[in-house]
């Protein structure tokens, strides 16, 4: 099964995961879109896509995916209504904390696919980081609220990961508990040692 095509927006370890996983999983990719034209260009040219610095550029994809630092999502989510114009576009975020309604709007449909998983930052021209960031990905536990479930469900099965629907508003408690299981896990593991 071919997955939706999508544009992504943040060239990060996780914009660059997916990217490389959508390539690898013969997956068309629209476009990427960075701040910095020069990140754009080294993403887009790993995964088969142009690099742009246009919100608008993303929008022909079937799914936008925004992988950007959550503090930056709603400020894309703005910029990504005022280009959509009326257009049905659905746009899916990497945050695992912010709930997929954040982009909601002005014809954009909101959703959330988180990643349960640590992703090293690939550095962009390293082929070794480029194939630990795909080894990584494959086998994720992929967790998504919101809209776009069936494009979700696609993009995940294309990945090698697994997918799991979070109830609405449940990102708050799925991120409370992934940092317990993560993070906590090593702070105890760390006293258990010091011990």
């Known amino acids: 099964m071919t997955p939706p095509s999508v544009a992504l927006v943040g ?17 068309r990719i629209v476009a990427v879109v960075s701040r910095d034209p020069g990140r754009a260009a080294l993403l887009a040219g790993a995964s088969g896509a142009s690099g742009t610095v246009r ?62 998983q640590s992703l090293p930052r690939a550095g962009g021209a390293d082929s070794a980081a480029r194939a630990l960031l795909l080894e990584r990905l494959r086998g994720t536990h992929w967790f998504h609220e919101g809209a776009g479930a069936p494009e979700a469900v696609r993009l995940v099965a294309a990945w090698g990961g697994r997918f799991h629907a979070l109830a609405p508003g449940g990102e708050a408690l799925y991120h409370a ?19």
Do not use: C, F, K, M
């Not at 630092?69 to 899916?92: K, P, Q, S, W």
């Not at 508990?177 to 011990?195: D, E, F, K, P």
């Open 55 to 116: 919100i608008a550029d993303a929008l022909p994809a079937e799914v936008v995916i925004v992988a950007v630092a959550d503090h930056a999502v709603g400020a894309v989510g703005e910029r990504l209504r005022d280009a959509a114009a009326g257009h049905d576009v659905l746009a899916l975020h990497t945050s695992g904390a912010l709930p997929g309604a954040l982009l909601d709007g002005g014809g954009v449909r909101g959703g959330s696919l988180h990643p349960l």
């Open 11 to 27: 060239t990060g370890p996780v914009a660059w995961a997916i990217g490389l996983a959508q390539a690898a999983a013969a997956g």
């Open 177 to 195: 508990g992934a940092a317990i299981l993560s993070n906590h896990t090593v702070a105890l593991y760390h006293a258990a040692q010091r011990l």
